[in-house]
C-alpha cells in the first residue's frame, strides 16, 4: 500500500535487520509482542512466544525495558547468535534503534502499549522506548489483539493517513470501519489500539513519496 516500502517476511524479519534501519519514514511491525507480569516469563514455542506462569518465586527482570518486547525471525527456535540477535527486540534494546524524524511506528501486535509505572519515570515499556529512539507518533495495543481483525483495521488505517486525515482521525476512521462490520463490531476486535505522540497529518512531502 505503500510506495518504496522494504517489506521482511519470514526469515528476512530479523531482529539484526530492524536494528539496521536508518530513519524511515513510517516503521510498521506486525508479529507477536508481549509484556511479562510479575510471575512470568518467555517459553519458546512452535508458533511465536508463550509466557509462562512460574509462580511467586519466579525470576523475572528488575529493569521494566526489559518485560516489554517483539518477536521477530528467529524468537521461536534456537538463535544462531544469541549474542547478536536471538530474535527478541525488548524495549531495552529498542532504545537503541534510530528513528530520528520517524513519523509513524505502527505496531501491529499484542500488548504493545502495556508498560510498568515507575516513580518519576511515567508508564516504562516499548512505547518510551520508542519515544526515546526519536519517533514522533506510535499506534500501539493495550491486550491481545485478533489477526484478522488488526489486518483490517492496519489496512483501513493506512487508506485513511493516505487521504491526508491526521494520524489520530485516521485511527478512529478505521476503527469506526470495523464497528459497521458485524463480524468484527465487538468492542475487543478495534479498541486495544490508541495513538500517542503527534496526531496531527504526516506532512506533505512524506505523503507524496508515500502515493507514487
Known sequence: MLAGSQL??????????????ESPSILHVATHGFFLRSTQQLARGSRGLVLVEQGAAAEVAEDPLLKAGLALAGANGVPADPEVDDGILTALEALSLDLTGTQLVALSACQTGVGEVTNGDGVMGLRRALVLAGSATQLISLWDVDDDATARLMESYYRSLLTGRSRRDALQDAQLSLMGDPTYAHPRYWSAFLLSGDASSLDAATLRELKN
Open 8 to 21: 521482511l517476511k519470514g526469515a528476512r524479519a530479523t531482529e539484526r535487520a530492524l536494528k539496521a534501519l
